[in-house]
């Protein structure tokens, strides 16, 4: 597959890569469907998703234009070319989270830049996968190019990244297993992008309108039941504002409708598998033992189903669990604070540095939290996410490389000389 693909022409593959992402949004309502029925997601979340998958295609079918190299002067008769190639096939590993969005954008990326990938999507969600690959096989991409997956995890993997055929790896899912798979490919000596957890921290500092922010930051975190990395989760807010911010962000996450995914009107579906639930119900007794303070939800909701209701604890003490490891559900963790330099400290207190939020009108503070936050994605006075026109990846523990933006051929592409004396 490789060997075809990158000997077609930028153009042709650019537009294939587009006509996938067509195809795609004219099956959003078949794949917010089949999402419902594997992962929960609410159907109205599954279009969007849907809709976020197909960008990715519109993003890197434009960046394959672009892979500009250069000609770089040198001596008398010496002609230096730079080339960016195409780095190889490529193992693509995808979590269940984002069933659509992920592979979406590591095959577009893969497409684009003229390789072809071996992806091995989420066991829990396969029928979108097989969706989504046929979106782009019927949009023209050769037999070979992509090939898709499943089976044991633990074995594709070890078999992709060992074999002298693949020639980067592109993984998107938990710490531990990132640090796993990183380690296979660097006694390989193979290149890898790694989109690791996230513990997102948000600071709400004194200047800052606290309704505006926390109607903001509710609604993103319990988008997926909370089950996204740059889910907005550590709140620290300043003490003139703490205790409206805390009745606000309650009053909405009361208000959010639970329910079954493929109910049009559900806001928030269930968690993904009893793993998450029985998680969620570790960290809020834990949190609780520790003096948090229960706002809104805390427990199960019924007895079918894995429905957790949205979940607000005030008073947080820095030490409890859901503080130090990610919750990965629908669960908000408020604190106090009253110096920025402090909160700042805190938020970076984790070995997370995926995605962070701030509040404020301050231009001195934001331009300190843009510098002084530990993470690869900071949003200020909006909640920012992974779109396609801007990089998006992690520090720390949340991984390596980027993916999106003008970067987005960093990790599938290799920098090539040409020197030739004429």
């Not at 190639?85 to 684009?112: D, E, H, M, Q």
């Not at 992806?119 to 782009?136: D, Y």
Request: glycine letters at 10%; hydrophobic letters at 45%.
């Amino acid at each position: 597959g490789f060997a075809i693909w990158r000997a077609t022409a930028p153009a042709k593959r650019a537009a294939i890569v587009r006509a996938a992402g067509a195809i795609i949004r004219s099956r959003r309502d078949d794949l917010a469907r089949v999402m419902a029925m594997e992962l929960g997601k609410p159907v109205r979340e599954g279009r969007l998703e849907a809709d976020r998958a197909a960008e990715h295609c519109d993003w890197h079918a434009a960046e394959a234009l672009r892979a500009y190299g250069r000609v770089v002067p040198g001596a008398s008769g010496v002609r230096q070319t730079v080339l960016r190639v195409p780095v190889g096939p490529v193992a693509g590993f995808t979590p269940w989270n984002g069933p659509a969005a992920s592979p979406a954008r590591k095959i577009s990326a893969a497409l684009g830049a003229g390789c072809a990938i071996v992806l091995k999507p989420a066991e829990e969600t396969p029928g979108t996968a097989v969706l989504l690959v046929s979106c782009f096989a019927e949009a023209g991409v050769p037999p070979g190019v992509i090939n898709l997956l499943f089976g044991v995890p633990a074995e594709i993997s070890g078999r992709l990244i060992a074999s002298p055929a693949i020639r980067m790896v592109a993984f998107t899912g938990s710490v531990p297993v990132g640090r796993l798979l990183a380690q296979q490919a660097g006694a390989h000596l193979k290149p890898a992008v790694m989109e690791l957890g996230g513990h997102a921290p948000v600071i709400v500092c004194g200047d800052a309108d606290p309704a505006a922010a926390a109607a903001a930051t509710a609604r993103s975190k319990f988008r997926n039941a909370g089950q996204i990395c740059i889910a907005p989760t550590r709140f620290y807010v300043h003490a003139q504002v703490y205790d409206r911010f805390v009745d606000e962000f309650a009053a909405v996450a009361r208000g959010i409708k639970v329910g079954p995914g493929l109910d049009e009107s559900t806001e928030m579906g269930p968690l993904a598998n009893a793993r998450r639930l029985a998680a969620m119900e570790r960290l809020v007794a834990d949190a609780v033992e520790r003096g948090a303070r229960r706002v809104a939800g805390g427990s199960r909701m019924g007895n079918r189903g894995f429905f957790f209701a949205p979940t607000v604890l005030a008073e947080v003490d820095d030490d409890c669990l859901a503080m130090r490891e990610e919750p990965f559900g629908p669960l908000a963790l408020i604190t106090r604070f009253v110096d920025l330099d402090d909160a700042i400290a805190r938020a970076n207190a984790t070995p997370y540095g995926l995605a962070a939020y701030a509040f404020t009108d301050s231009a001195r503070a934001a331009a300190r939290l843009g510098e002084m936050v530990d993470c690869g994605v900071v949003s200020i006075n909006h909640l920012g996410g992974a779109a396609p026109e801007i990089p998006f990846g992690g520090m720390k523990d949340s991984g390596f490389g980027r993916e999106g933006g003008a970067e987005c051929f960093d990790g599938y592409m290799t920098t090539r000389l040409v020197s030739q004396l004429n």
